[in-house]
Antibody
Framework: EVKLLESGGGLVQPGGSLRLSCAASGFTFSGYAMSWVRQAPGKGLEWVSGINDAGGSTYYGDSVKGRFTISRDNSKYTLSLQMDNLRAEDSAVYYC????????WGQGTLVTVSS | EIVLTQSPGTLSLSPGERATLSCRASQSVSGSYLAWYQQKPGQTPRLLIYATSTRATGIPDRFSGSGSGTDFTLTINRLEPEDFALYYCQQYLRSPITFGQGTRLEIK
């Protein structure tokens, strides 16, 4: 059974940092490109960032470019998202998913940016 | 970036009817790099269709996708009660990947 389990969300002040992780299991992680997709409360889906299967190529949405960094450790079946200089508009549920289309999704982790 | 506009915003239909959801792109999505997702309240989105018309594993054949260029359609035949939900289209031709704003399918 495929599982994607996000962690690391929480409450952070504007300008702060947070690191999200996604633990993958049930499939050959190194064979899939991966993404982070977010959804603000009551809003639609927004693609945030993607990374290829080997980790050598990364992609970012304009709203997070220069502030967020995606990475992966294929030996540990883990996807990460380092989020710096967080803003109120980054508040959302963050999902880990396959890339470029989301064949599988995690359950999400909530990030709240507020003072 | 490629902007996706979904219509209608809300579609009110009865079980047994056919739903036709539209997704229009601001630029051609060549190569059929378009997907559709379903999301129910409080749940994670679920992939329905990828490559414009290929059903994901386990998706009933009453769901079908079609289209090309800038105009794409998700059709749901013989609506079941569990089909009433929010639907999103997504293009993955070009970065940044973008989603439409969604169409809410509600029971009439």
């Amino acid at each position: 059974e495929v599982k994607l389990l996000e962690s690391g969300g929480g409450l952070v002040q504007p300008g702060g940092s947070l690191r999200l992780s996604c633990a993958a299991s049930g499939f050959t992680f190194s064979g899939y490109a991966m993404s982070w997709v977010r959804q603000a409360p009551g809003k639609g889906l927004e693609w945030v960032s993607g990374i290829n299967d080997a980790g050598g190529s990364t992609y970012y949405g304009d709203s997070v470019k220069g502030r967020f960094t995606i990475s992966r450790d294929n030996s540990k079946y883990t996807l990460s998202l380092q989020m710096d200089n967080l803003r109120a508009e980054d508040s959302a549920v963050y999902y880990c998913a396959t890339h470029p289309f989301a064949l599988w999704w995690g359950q999400g982790t909530l990030v709240t940016v507020s003072s | 970036e490629i902007v996706l506009t979904q219509s209608p915003g809300t579609l009110s239909l009865s079980p047994g009817e056919r739903a036709t959801l539209s997704c229009r792109a601001s630029q051609s999505v060549s190569g059929s790099y378009l997907a559709w997702y379903q999301q129910k309240p409080g749940q994670t989105p679920r992939l329905l269709i990828y490559a414009t018309s290929t059903r994901a594993t386990g998706i009933p054949d009453r769901f079908s996708g079609s289209g090309s260029g800038t105009d794409f359609t998700l059709t749901i035949n013989r609506l079941e009660p569990e089909d009433f939900a929010l639907y999103y289209c997504q293009q993955y031709l070009r970065s940044p990947i973008t989603f439409g704003q969604g169409t809410r399918l509600e029971i009439k």
